[in-house]
């Protein structure tokens, strides 16, 4: 079974344009969610962390979003440019003393010049 | 500030031998993490520190892993003896109890021949 489910699993977009990404997870009952970015052979670098209790946070070009009641987190990235290019990661945190984070298999986002 | 930094970045050893892992968390972090990620899967959790204390294993694969956290600063997770399908990428992260945004290092691949 599979918790957290990322789509799509590879996007290619030419430079300037705005996508989404999409992240969908089975248990309501969350604590946070966070999107990852990494880079090839490199560690994960956190983007943007949304509380339970929020609907979404921006930083920058980013935005995400929450919706709890239908288990769904996107990653609105404008603009795109080919630095963005990279493996998007969401990862969800449960509840109560639950500390682990639950992560779908990735977006490999492509950003063409 | 420094980040959570892993040792090392490479390991590539013989099925049956042992190898250890290091990772230093970010100062003042009481939680420690450890995931992994195998080839073409998710990163999956393995265990939560909290300070020096197991707070959750349940992911830990088998007994031939152990993981430590004496004095509640860096930890090492021992493999011993590696067997081939342990190889991947293992990530270590760090987070304060609140807002619990967990940072990750940039991982040490682990390679069993």
């Known amino acids: 079974k599979q918790e957290v489910t990322q789509i799509p699993a590879a996007l290619s977009v030419p430079e300037g344009e705005n996508l989404v990404l999409n992240c969908s997870f089975t248990d309501s009952a969350i604590y946070n969610l966070q999107w990852f970015r990494q880079d090839p052979g490199k560690g994960l670098t956190s983007l943007l962390l949304?509380?339970?209790?929020?609907r979404e946070q921006t930083s920058g070009r980013l935005n995400a979003s929450l919706d709890k009641s239908s288990g769904r987190s996107t990653l609105y990235i404008a603009a795109s440019q080919p630095g963005d290019s990279a493996t998007y990661l969401c990862a969800r945190r449960g509840g109560g003393s639950n500390y682990k984070l639950t992560f779908g298999k990735g977006t490999l986002l492509t950003v063409n010049p | 500030e420094a980040g959570v930094t892993q040792f090392p970045s490479h390991s590539v050893i013989e099925k049956g031998q042992t190898v250890t892992l290091r990772c230093d968390p970010i100062s003042g972090h009481d939680n420690l993490y450890w995931y992994r990620r195998v080839m073409g899967k998710e990163i999956k959790f393995l265990l939560h520190f909290v300070k020096e204390s197991k707070q959750d294993e349940s992911g830990m694969p088998n007994n031939r892993f152990l993981a430590e956290r004496t004095g509640g600063t860096y930890s090492t997770l021992k493999v011993q003896p590696a067997e081939l399908e342990d190889s991947g990428v293992y990530f270590c992260?760090?987070?304060?109890?609140?807002?619990?945004?967990?940072?990750f290092g940039q991982g040490t691949r682990l390679t069993v021949v």
């Open positions: 949304i509380q339970s209790s929020q």
């Open positions: 992260a760090s987070s304060q109890d609140w807002p619990s945004e967990a940072f």
